[in-house]
């Protein structure tokens, strides 16, 4: 029956069936995932890879909690998603000044991957801003800033 609904009237559907914020932006980033990971397929990466390596890159460095508090990602996730990244090279894990820190860097081949997969995100990406319009791309992610921000006080 819902699978040859028209998409506006599923989606009109689940909106009003079900008005959960929680649930609503987790089925949309499901979706918006598994698109991303389609277009990001022929660089190697998913797309939660490279938002790790792309956050990586923009920090220079940075600790297992500052990387986890940028990405609002509890610890055992961030170690699960970096695993991968380790073991491909595309990371390195440091000793830092103080021994207990161990910062986390991009490495010269993570830097490789994360340029041979921009084309890929820049395409998706476009897609998805062009699609919507400028001002409804700027209005969603406004939007969804101030729902973060709402939410971080109480979590």
């Not at 998409?7 to 932006?25: H, I, M």
């Not at 923009?58 to 909690?65: G, I, L």
């Not at 500052?66 to 695993?83: C, G, I, K, Q």
């Not at 595309?90 to 991009?106: C, T, Y």
């Amino acid at each position: 029956m819902f699978k040859e609904m028209p998409k506006e009237s599923l989606y009109e559907f689940v909106r009003q069936a079900v008005p959960c914020v929680g649930f609503n932006t987790r089925r949309a980033t499901r979706l918006i995932t598994q698109y991303y990971d389609k277009a990001l397929a022929p660089s190697g990466l998913r797309s939660t890879q490279y938002s790790l390596l792309s956050s990586l890159s923009m920090m220079d460095e940075a600790s297992m909690q500052e990387l986890a508090f940028v990405l609002a990602m509890d610890r055992t996730t961030l170690t699960r998603n970096l695993s991968p990244l380790l073991k491909k090279g595309l990371i390195k894990v440091s000793v830092g000044n103080d021994r207990r820190a161990r910062p986390l860097q991009i490495t010269p081949k993570g830097q490789s991957a994360l340029e041979k997969a921009l084309p890929y995100w820049q395409k998706a990406q476009s897609n998805i801003v062009d699609t919507l319009g400028a001002d409804k791309w700027d209005s969603m992610m406004r939007g969804l800033h101030q729902i973060s921000m709402i939410v971080e006080e109480t979590v």
